[in-house]
């Protein structure tokens, strides 16, 4: 079976002929009448043109699709960014709400310890007072 680029017809137009055409074959030559190229070579016009449009519809869109992509590229990039600073923040604030949480529970068990000291100095105090009173009143009975 001949290969599909065999088969393929090339239409040049041949100066050492009147009216006809040389037509290229799976390397033989064949000369087709004048009036039979003519239908031909507008049908092959035709043809070459949608094909045209097509490729020039084609490349239109494949340069819209790079030109997306590479947007796209552009903004993934922004969005990473923006991400990894956001990410950054958030430990920083993370780092800072557990220092915060580290200096409050340091600070309420210090403020415990002090609530707990004043009340044993409150009660060493009003011991004091007690022992006072009773000297008062045992100075005034016995005078």
């Avoid at 020039?56 to 600073?85: G, M, P, R, W």
């Amino acid at each position: 079976m001949p290969k599909a680029h065999e088969l393929l017809e090339k239409v040049q137009p041949n100066n050492d002929y009147n009216d006809t055409y040389v037509v290229e074959k799976a390397n033989s030559d064949v000369i087709h009448d004048s009036s039979d190229m003519s239908t031909n070579k507008r049908e092959v016009d035709q043809n070459a043109e949608e094909p045209e449009d097509e490729r020039v519809f084609l490349a239109s869109l494949i340069a819209n699709l790079k030109l997306d992509v590479y947007e796209n590229k552009k903004i993934h990039k922004q969005l990473k960014q923006a991400n990894t600073c956001l990410t950054q923040e958030l430990d920083k604030s993370k780092r800072a709400l557990r220092d915060c949480k580290i200096k409050l529970s340091r600070t309420l068990a210090n403020s415990t310890k002090f609530e707990k000291a004043l009340k044993d100095e409150m009660s060493e105090d009003l011991k004091y007072v007690q022992t006072l009173e009773k000297e008062v009143d045992d100075l005034k009975k016995g005078n």
